[in-house]
């Protein structure tokens, strides 16, 4: 835990000066120092942003990741329906696939950089995987009754294209993984996450920019080129940006 | 006492009819036995089933809260808000000056007469005031050039429907305003509106199509409720614990036992059967025991096997529902199609769905121009002047198409049931966003159904009888290997990623 201290009386440092109540270091050579993102960082309370350009070549990675994802889950859609596989080990792949997609999603929001995965990200990347289970257990139930309902009734069953379309619902959800990840779980949404009428098909991403208050993160919710949702389209505009507060950063 | 109802005559002449007395079981929350606790009081939530034609008004707000009747009432209040309506007087300018009341409300008051098409009637409160009607279109001039102000109808407000009702005269000829939670409002302020009297044979509490899907949504919320003991039952089945007859040293019985043993390998109910010991005499004379187990538990296997059932009996409930609210259930038995002589049966019920809803408007109608316009009338315009009126000439294009397109949508073949018909299908057709049951997205409902091939039924089949496990409960554990063959992968895929 940082060592910290609320400014009683306005100080002024070498560059800086800082308001009654402000949160500061202790140091411990004495003295006290106004708080950065660094030191919050530095004792995993903190939030790392990458650069633009360091977020775009992980974002890429990640669309690789999803694309590669919804390649397979299409190729199992097809073994599904032409018989050469059954429901319950379509399901045990599905979930295989969801769960490595997820797991190189966190890995990737880090920058690949494996140290800096904590037991809190994987409790955190194992909460998504029970949602997406739980749905996907869902998906094999109402196939099954779609199957039920051809026999009776000869209605015709999926087609693969639909099958197919469904399945990479279930990797869309990465795409959130991927930012909490970047923002160590504090978001109170992400695209892709579920919570936005597009549900895990959102095509927008997040920008983080440092805020002028140490501790403070302001995040962008960005439209890209696509047919978005109301949510979506309410998002980038209330969150424009977003102040999140990381902890101990309760500076006035 | 006879069972029948007893008709005579007192000695004073008048007509006396007793009805015998009726005892019925009850028939609350214990019909479910222990399953109760969960399913509450269905006799509070959506009563006996009773007779459609005199439903209280309690169990009609209960129906309202079922989504496709919700939905259904929804398609009717804008096609009444959207219909065409001319406001029809010999003298222009009296004819304006209602024109520029009426529109000022017309739409809310649709709205709110769709209630009454609905539940049968509904009672309003007139909001008088001393005011000039200002013409629709702003740059024109009312049509009031007098310096009093008129005294005119500005809006309406509804009454709860339950314990709301008209107050007639004695005779019942003369209509004396309305009680609402038992307060009397006067004749002056009250409008009482009436849908489908002719139906209910003169009853002012009126027909509404609410009637004619009260047993499909009855059946859906008891089939509801015994789904809902079928799904505890299958994940809490029965235990039969097995027991030889007799009693302990003790003098406990043994039947007490294995009642206790049952219940403790599980929550709810449990059976005990005597395990009768079986013997056997040899040919020699001698008396043996077979093997006859004693003592033994073992789970009753539910026969449900998954929801699809369920999903298929609410599908066609809905439909019936939906077709029930645009369409009386009695019209669309006797449509065939081989009967109409090359008109598809879509195209008959459209046009009787028109009719219904043409029906229902004029009845509107009748209302604003007898009990809303007249009294304006009275009070603003000398009585030689020409009388006023209100009449819809037409349903909107828009509506007409968009019914046209569900009704077939809700038919899909002529010569298939309607029970077969997938509303959520309609829904979709019809552009309406409705989420699939796992939360996918609608606007992919047509590419549902493709031109793939065929998947042969024995695949089907295989698929219906596999079970499919559902996830464990809590966080998916994540393994250190895992995390290691993922991050070999990623390695191998992204190299540059892990160059530092």
């Known amino acids: 835990m940082l060592e910290v201290q609320i400014g009683t009386e306005a100080q002024i440092g070498e560059d800086f000066v800082v308001l009654p109540g402000t949160v500061l270091l202790r140091e411990p050579g004495g003295g006290s120092r106004i708080i950065t993102q660094a030191d919050l960082a530095a004792q995993g309370g903190g939030i790392i942003i990458p650069s633009a350009d360091e977020l775009a070549k992980r974002r890429a990675k990640l669309d690789d990741l999803m694309a590669g994802f919804n390649e397979r889950s299409a190729i199992l859609a097809g073994k599904l329906r032409d018989g050469g596989m059954g429901i319950e080990a379509w399901q045990q792949a599905m979930r295989k696939e969801i769960k490595d997609l997820h797991i190189a999603s966190a890995i990737v929001s880090k920058g690949g950089d494996r140290s800096q995965l904590t037991y809190a990200d994987w409790g955190r990347v194992g909460g998504f995987l029970t949602s997406q289970y739980r749905y996907l257990y869902r998906y094999a139930l109402a196939i099954q009754d779609k199957a039920a309902q051809s026999l009776a009734t000869g209605v015709p069953f999926f087609s693969e294209k639909y099958l197919a379309y469904r399945s990479r619902l279930y990797g869309g959800h990465a795409k959130a993984g991927f930012y909490q990840g970047l923002a160590e779980g504090l978001l109170p949404q992400a695209p892709g996450d579920g919570n936005t009428q597009c549900l895990t098909n959102c095509q927008c991403t997040l920008r983080f920019e440092q805020g002028d208050v140490p501790g403070v993160i302001l995040v962008f919710w960005e439209l890209h080129p696509a047919e978005h949702c109301d949510d979506c389209v309410s998002l980038s505009q209330s969150w424009n940006p977003l102040e999140l507060w990381l902890p101990g950063a309760e500076v006035q | ?500």
């Open chain 2, 1 to 500: 006492m006879s069972d029948e109802p007893q008709v005579g005559k007192t000695k004073q002449g008048k007509t006396v009819v007793t009805s015998p007395g009726v005892s019925s079981p009850s028939v609350g929350h214990t019909m479910y036995g222990r399953y109760g606790t969960w399913l509450g009081s269905p006799e509070t939530r959506y009563g006996k089933l009773r007779s459609a034609r005199h439903l209280p008004d309690w169990v009609k707000i209960e129906m309202l809260a079922d989504p496709v009747i919700g939905w259904c009432l929804s398609f009717i209040a804008s096609a009444l808000i959207d219909a065409d309506r001319v406001i029809e007087c010999a003298d222009p300018q009296k004819r304006q000056f209602f024109e520029d009341m009426f529109r000022a409300w017309e739409k809310d008051f649709m709205a709110q007469a769709a209630m009454s098409i609905c539940l049968g009637h509904l009672g309003l409160i007139k909001k008088w005031a001393f005011e000039v009607p200002q013409p629709v279109e702003s740059d024109a001039e009312p049509a009031w050039p007098w310096a009093a102000k008129p005294f005119v109808i500005t809006g309406f407000d509804p009454v709860y429907p339950v314990g709301s009702s008209p107050r007639f005269d004695r005779e019942r000829k003369h209509f004396n305003g309305m009680t609402v939670q038992s307060q009397n409002v006067d004749v002056f302020y009250s409008l009482w509106l009436t849908s489908g009297k002719a139906w209910a044979f003169g009853d002012y509490q009126g027909r509404g199509r609410l009637e004619g899907v009260y047993l499909d949504w009855w059946m859906k919320r008891f089939g509801r409720d015994a789904y809902t003991v079928r799904m505890i039952k299958s994940n809490d089945p029965a235990v039969v614990a097995f027991y030889p007859p007799g009693q302990t040293d003790g003098g406990k019985d043994h039947r007490d036992i294995a009642l206790e043993l049952g219940d403790s390998v599980r929550g709810l109910a449990t059976i005990a059967l005597p395990s009768t010991v079986y013997k056997q005499t040899s040919m020699t004379g001698e008396v043996s025991h077979t093997s006859v187990r004693e003592w033994d538990v073992e789970y009753l296997e539910a026969s449900i096997r998954g929801p699809a059932d369920w999903i298929q009996f609410e599908g066609h409930i809905n439909t019936q529902l939906a077709l029930g609210m645009f369409i009386p259930p009695q019209a669309f038995l006797q449509v065939k199609q081989p009967e109409l002589g090359g008109r598809t049966t879509a195209d008959v019920l459209l046009n009787a769905a028109i009719k219904i809803l043409m029906m229902d408007a004029t009845g509107v109608d009748q209302h604003l121009t007898l009990y809303a316009f007249a009294p304006v009338d009275v009070l603003n315009f000398p009585p030689d002047s020409p009388p006023v009126r209100v009449r819809t000439v037409g349903i909107a294009p828009d509506t007409k198409v968009q019914l046209f397109e569900l009704i077939k949508s809700l038919l899909a073949r002529p010569d298939v049931s309607p029970g077969e018909v997938d509303v959520q299908e309609a829904l979709n057709r019809l552009g309406f966003p409705t989420p699939d049951r796992d939360g996918g997205l609608s606007g992919i409902g047509a590419a549902a159904v493709g031109d793939d091939d065929e998947v042969p039924d024995d695949v089907l089949r295989q698929m219906l009888q596999e079970r499919i496990t559902p996830p464990e409960p809590g966080p998916v554990p994540i393994s250190d290997k895992e995390i290691d063959r993922v991050f070999r992968k990623l390695k191998e895929t992204f190299p540059e990623l892990f160059q530092d």
